[in-house]
């Protein structure tokens, strides 16, 4: 076998998915991954810091990709507008770099430990939202409530998309889940 493989990335992604499933997160240790992936512990460790980075590598440019995008959005366009923007034209572009999203999501959902550390990275994409929002010249209170009202509209989207990913694209999900939450806004108002 040569000592290089291509698709180790890949194979170990793969053997850990299929055994978090089985098994739970909590079950799997990264002995049994690499032994399903037919590769060594030194393997795994290049490209993984432990089993919980199978499922979050590269999660750590999400507030930076996301916050860019709202930066370069049309400076013509409301606060809010451009938020939208900046979910959908990110968002697609992470959604399509997401392998196994649906599975990953099962996952994450099962385990209070995963849980926690979506929380935390969806934190610093609050925060990376707010502070774009204030160099786009939002006040600070707006910007910190339209961001996390972003990171709800892009987890709903990406729950949505995840669920039935060839109904509608993400794009589509974010401006599904924005249009849903301003009629909820809406009909509260009338009341």
Same mark, same amino acid.
């Given at each position: 076998?040569?000592?290089?493989?291509?698709?180790?990335?890949?194979?170990? =992604?793969?053997?850990?998915? !299929?055994?978090?499933?089985?098994?739970?997160?909590?079950?799997?240790?990264? *002995?049994?991954?690499?032994?399903?992936?037919? /590769?060594?512990?030194?393997?795994? @460790?290049?490209?993984?810091?432990?089993?919980?980075?199978?499922?979050?590598? &590269?999660?750590? =440019? %999400?507030?930076?990709?996301?916050?860019?995008?709202?930066?370069?959005?049309?400076? $013509? /366009? #409301?606060?809010? #507008?451009?938020?939208?923007?900046?979910?959908?034209?990110?968002?697609?572009?992470?959604? $399509?770099?997401?392998?196994?999203? *649906?599975?990953?999501?099962?996952?994450?959902?099962? $385990?209070?430990?995963?849980?926690?550390?979506?929380?935390?990275?969806?934190?610093?994409?609050?925060?990376?939202?707010?502070?774009?929002?204030?160099?786009?010249? !939002?006040?600070? @209170?707006?910007? &910190?409530?339209?961001?996390?009202?972003? !990171?709800?509209?892009?987890? *709903?989207?990406? #729950?949505?998309?995840?669920?039935?990913?060839?109904? *509608?694209?993400?794009?589509?999900?974010?401006?599904?889940?924005?249009?849903?939450?301003?009629?909820? %806004?809406? !009909?509260?108002?009338?009341?």
């Amino acid at each position: 076998m040569p000592r290089w493989d291509p698709k180790a990335e890949d194979r170990l =992604r793969d053997a850990a998915l !299929v055994l978090f499933l089985e098994h739970g997160y909590e079950n799997v240790t990264v *002995a049994q991954i690499t032994e399903l992936a037919g /590769l060594t512990r030194r393997t795994f @460790s290049r490209y993984f810091a432990d089993k919980r980075d199978v499922l979050f590598a &590269g999660s750590e =440019r %999400l507030p930076e990709a996301l916050a860019d995008a709202l930066l370069r959005a049309d400076d $013509s /366009l #409301e606060p809010f #507008e451009a938020l939208l923007a900046a979910l959908t034209s990110a968002g697609e572009l992470l959604a $399509s770099r997401v392998p196994h999203a *649906a599975q990953r999501r099962v996952i994450i959902k099962a $385990s209070p430990e995963l849980r926690e550390r979506e929380r935390t990275k969806f934190a610093a994409v609050t925060d990376a939202l707010a502070g774009a929002l204030r160099q786009r010249g !939002v006040a600070g @209170s707006e910007a &910190g409530l339209l961001a996390h009202v972003g !990171v709800a509209i892009f987890q *709903a989207a990406f #729950e949505r998309w995840t669920d039935q990913p060839d109904q *509608a694209g993400f794009p589509a999900r974010v401006r599904e889940a924005a249009a849903e939450l301003a009629e909820i %806004l809406s !009909v509260k108002e009338q009341r």
